[in-house]
């Protein structure tokens, strides 16, 4: 039983400067709500109310957005807003929500390793901190039921276009099923060409305790980082590692263009502005 959740978010979020120079990226709202909120409910929603979110310097706003604001309660109390002081209470309370700091950018590999201490000996899943997912049943809920069917650790991924494998983490193997592939290899942004498959990791995992003995003997890779993928090629050559083809929509919240696509599609879905909003995006494409 996965028990507890790891959610990395100490990246200096330098494409989304000059907003993030005192803003984390994570906080960066769809709307009206972080982009790490939904990462957190989605592990809540899986079942995980245990969650280590990895820090750094300049992400104080994380750890206040997830805690209690007394005089906010108060005021909400003053003027009788029952929903928003509810609402209030309910993101105080929603998880048991820890933090470490990262001490230096050296990649998702080492942001994970801070993990050793709070992980111990136990399987646990990885939410990539600026990575919405938009699903039916929650893609962490997918992996941890992959990883009891099939009992080692569990990658998110999907399909990409192949002129596009050098951007991301890919991975090869054997299909077991639809869905479900035993991976052969991990390779960290391939040559166009040489990549072994177009199935991209999604950033989403369940990792086994043992990959921070891999971490340990991970080289730095590209960008002079400890790269994650690196680290799970040396737990391949230990254990089995599958893979999981995701069911939903993964949002990535790291680059420009795809935070301003994720702001209108979910737009589009709230109900209290669904419509005028698309009314608006319909005059302007006619302009």
Do not use: C
């Not at 309660?73 to 009788?80: G, I, T």
């Not at 592939?181 to 391939?190: F, G, M, N, V």
């Amino acid at each position: 039983m996965i028990r507890k959740a790891v959610i990395p978010a100490a990246g200096l979020g330098t494409r989304f400067l000059p907003a993030t120079k005192s803003m984390p990226k994570e906080m960066l709202p769809i709307i009206d709500i972080p982009t790490i909120q939904y990462v957190v409910q989605e592990a809540v929603d899986s079942g995980i109310e245990d969650i280590l979110i990895i820090s750094g310097k300049g992400k104080r706003a994380i750890e206040d957005h997830f805690d209690r604001n007394f005089e906010l309660e108060a005021r909400l109390e003053e003027k009788e807003d029952q929903a928003w002081h509810t609402e209030m209470r309910r993101l105080a309370d929603m998880a048991n929500i820890h933090f470490v700091r990262q001490k230096e950018a050296n990649g998702l590999g080492d942001a994970i390793y801070y993990a050793r201490h709070h992980v111990g000996n136990e399987p646990f899943a990885v939410l990539l901190g600026d990575t919405i997912m938009d699903s039916v049943i929650p893609v962490t809920q997918q992996l941890m039921d992959t990883y009891e069917q099939y009992g080692g650790s569990v990658i998110a991924v999907e399909e990409v276009p192949t002129d596009k494998v050098d951007r991301y983490g890919i991975v090869g193997g054997t299909a077991l099923s639809d869905s479900i592939l035993e991976l052969s290899t991990l390779i960290e942004k391939p040559a166009i060409g040489s990549a072994p498959s177009n199935l991209a990791i999604a950033g989403r995992y369940i990792l086994s305790p043992e990959i921070f003995q891999a971490i340990e003997q991970t080289p730095k890779g590209k960008g002079g980082e400890i790269q994650l993928t690196d680290s799970m090629l040396l737990l391949l050559r230990r254990e089995n590692i599958y893979a999981h083809r995701i069911e939903g929509k993964r949002h990535d919240i790291g680059n420009k263009l795809d935070f301003l696509k994720t702001t209108v599609e979910f737009a589009l879905k709230r109900k209290e502005f669904a419509a005028p909003f698309r009314k608006f995006l319909e005059e302007i494409l006619q302009k």
